[in-house]
């Protein structure tokens, strides 16, 4: 008969090196697993778990190397002793940053084998342990603004009814604060969910995050337009539909893996100065009617030929778009932007621009002939990975 080994652990961001862990440990026999409670991580780590006790226990009874696992029914960090003498081990085994001197006293009084195991990857693998994977870069996904931007905003919409279009981007790069990438609501979903959006209805997840940043005691008085909240939750390509609403009155999305594809091919970014401190960017706004329309109408042609795939569509459309913008707000090209409006429009292989955002700075969005190419040629470019579902 096989003898039992057991180990414990939250194992709440379960990585490759938890189940190398496991895979070593079950080769003293059939491993068994303890798990700390949600209530035990909040009592001794002060945080909440990023997945329940019934999550981190499904998807460690999944993994092949482990025979059993239970929700450990004790508390602080002896909280496996009651799973220990349920299931009555071999063998206790601990990673070596793991083991204490009280978990070998444990072992010694219940004739327990107590094995340090070093925490070594799995062959061609990166080291991985829960500290560093929340000392990594966010992963949380940011959005760019395509076309319509402002019409989100009921002072805007109230002249006429229009779409917004953005499309959630996977953070392959760095997400400078100030820089038009929705930064704010970004740093607004970290309060929430620190290291990645959570398995639920996007949309509903976009009207969760608009009503959390947008609270009736928010000091600035200031609400974020719908779009920044939909632009990160919604996967791959989307429009929104505002009438003199701050929440749109229907949403349209597009995860064509062709359109997609074809879209990223075509897009780029250019880092500029971040927007500067106490810039305002609707000082001097001049919002009218026939003002609207125009950013309506470019943005119902966006919509139209990324649709088609017509290159020279969306590049029309994408800088009429940014024309209305600035017509209505003016402030948006300020500081150090239209010198670098200047330069890349310049460029052959350039076919439109705009700035992510309220503007004022950050980045300029470009419209390329080829990205490969445009990327190659120009290395401050950065190319853009759009999110899929599921990612």
Excluded at 277 to 292: A, H, R
């Amino acid at each position: 008969m096989a003898k039992k080994v057991f180990v414990s652990g939250c194992y709440d961001l379960l990585h490759s090196g938890h189940v190398e862990f496991f895979r070593q440990a079950s080769q003293y026999g059939d491993l068994y697993v303890g798990i700390g409670s949600d209530k035990t991580i909040l009592g001794y780590k002060n945080h909440k778990t990023v997945y329940s006790e019934q999550e981190r226990l499904f998807m460690v009874k999944s993994i092949r190397y482990v025979k059993d696992a239970y929700i450990n029914a004790g508390d602080g960090v002896m909280d496996f002793v009651p799973t220990l003498d349920i299931v009555e081990p071999d063998i206790f085994v601990v990673n070596s940053d793991g083991g204490s001197d009280d978990k070998r006293l444990i072992c010694e009084e219940r004739g327990i084998e107590y094995v340090v195991l070093e925490r070594d990857p799995h062959e061609g693998l990166t080291p991985r342990s829960s500290t560093s994977l929340k000392k990594s870069p966010c992963m949380l996904p940011t959005r760019l603004d395509l076309a319509g931007t402002w019409i989100d905003q009921p002072y805007v919409s109230c002249f006429h009814p229009g779409w917004a279009i953005t499309i959630s981007l996977e953070p392959s790069f760095e997400v400078r604060e100030r820089c038009g990438l929705s930064t704010s609501t970004r740093n607004v979903i970290k309060r929430i969910w620190p290291y990645q959006l959570p398995n639920m209805d996007p949309e509903t997840l976009a009207r969760l995050v608009f009503c959390f940043e947008n609270h009736p005691e928010r000091e600035d008085g200031i609400i974020s337009g719908a779009q920044d909240a939909i632009g990160i939750c919604i996967p791959g390509l989307c429009r929104h539909y505002y009438d003199n609403h701050f929440w749109p009155d229907k949403v349209e999305t597009c995860e064509d893996e062709t359109v997609l594809s074809w879209l990223e091919t075509h897009l780029c970014m250019i880092p500029m100065e971040p927007r500067q401190s106490g810039c305002s960017v609707v000082t001097g706004k001049d919002i009218t009617e026939p003002k609207v329309k125009a950013l309506a109408k470019a943005a119902d042609e966006c919509w139209d030929a990324i649709m088609r795939m017509d290159l020279d569509g969306f590049a029309a459309a994408y800088r009429a778009s940014f024309n209305a913008q600035i017509a209505m707000f003016p402030a948006m090209v300020q500081g150090c932007v239209q010198s670098y409006i200047d330069k890349y429009s310049a460029m052959d292989e350039v076919l439109a621009w705009k700035m992510p955002g309220a503007g004022g700075g950050g980045y300029l969005a470009c419209v390329v002939t080829d990205r490969e190419a445009f990327c190659a040629s120009h290395p401050e470019a950065i190319a853009l990975k759009i999110r899929r579902s599921g990612m």
